[in-house]
């Protein structure tokens, strides 16, 4: 069990692993051939293994793009980390077949194939009832974590959490994610909050932790079925090591 000091005017949280459990699976040929069959209901006709090669080549064009974007555009010296927008990926799909589709149906074809290779997306347990006890004790509640939000948006909704946020910052919104302190920077500046009366939540050391950590927060870590491998953040300021459940 995992319970959260009540000291801060703040609570951050990251989503995937730190509130949400999720698994997914993008590698089964199976996924590409129904794809594949989409597509080509829209005259866009594409082998299940040519399908997933260009989509993997345009998604690593993509991030390698606005990396050298995001590196350019400012004196930084943090190393960028990209978060591209997933729908420019499925549009380009049907553009590169000489196909004219509309934003939605790209969204769409994005959406068909997060529902082929979702497994399953759960809240953790206890987490609604810790989410209303942080509110009910005044507290300010955010999102911001690394999503795409033709994804996340609608998976929040579907189990029903989506309303207890303050804000709710995704990263493919703003081009960049986390451990980039531009992102964490997002919150602080739209919402005004001091990261010195905040607690940054989180289930990585690296994106979370360390990066939250150098935005100026306080944090605490959750190790959770799906935090990277062998993954312990030392530098936290309040740890929990196998992380099952929230306790309120």
């Not at 699976?25 to 996924?31: L, M, Q, R, V, W």
């Not at 930084?76 to 990926?89: D, F, G, M, Q, T």
């Not at 030392?234 to 306790?247: G, I, M, P, Q, R």
């Amino acid at each position: 069990m995992s319970k959260l000091p009540l000291d801060y005017e703040n609570y951050v949280f990251d989503l995937y692993g730190t509130l949400v459990d999720i698994h997914t699976d993008e590698e089964p040929g199976s996924i590409w051939e129904k794809l594949a069959m989409f597509y080509g209901y829209y005259g866009a006709h594409y082998s299940a293994k040519e399908l997933k090669c260009r989509y993997k080549k345009l998604v690593d064009n993509h991030e390698k793009k606005l990396k050298t974007d995001l590196e350019n555009s400012t004196a930084y010296s943090h190393e960028a980390s990209p978060e591209i927008k997933i729908e420019e990926v499925f549009m380009q799909l049907f553009t590169d077949k000489g196909i004219k589709a509309d934003n939605e149906l790209a969204v769409h074809a994005g959406q068909f194939m997060r529902v082929m290779s979702t497994d399953y997306v759960r809240a953790y347990p206890g987490t609604g009832e810790m989410l209303e006890n942080l509110k009910a004790n005044g507290k300010k509640v955010y999102l911001v974590f690394n999503a795409q939000r033709i994804f996340t948006e609608y998976e929040m909704h579907d189990i029903d959490i989506f309303k207890y946020f303050d804000e709710i910052f995704i990263s493919s919104d703003y081009g960049t994610k986390k451990p980039d302190i531009r992102f964490f920077d997002v919150l602080i500046k739209k919402c005004g909050i001091d990261p010195k009366k905040s607690l940054f939540i989180g289930n990585d050391s690296t994106t979370d932790i360390k990066g939250a950590t150098e935005a100026g927060f306080d944090t605490f870590y959750v190790k959770s079925n799906i935090s990277p491998e062998n993954d312990m953040a030392e530098n936290s300021t309040y740890k929990v090591a196998e992380f099952t459940k929230w306790e309120y």
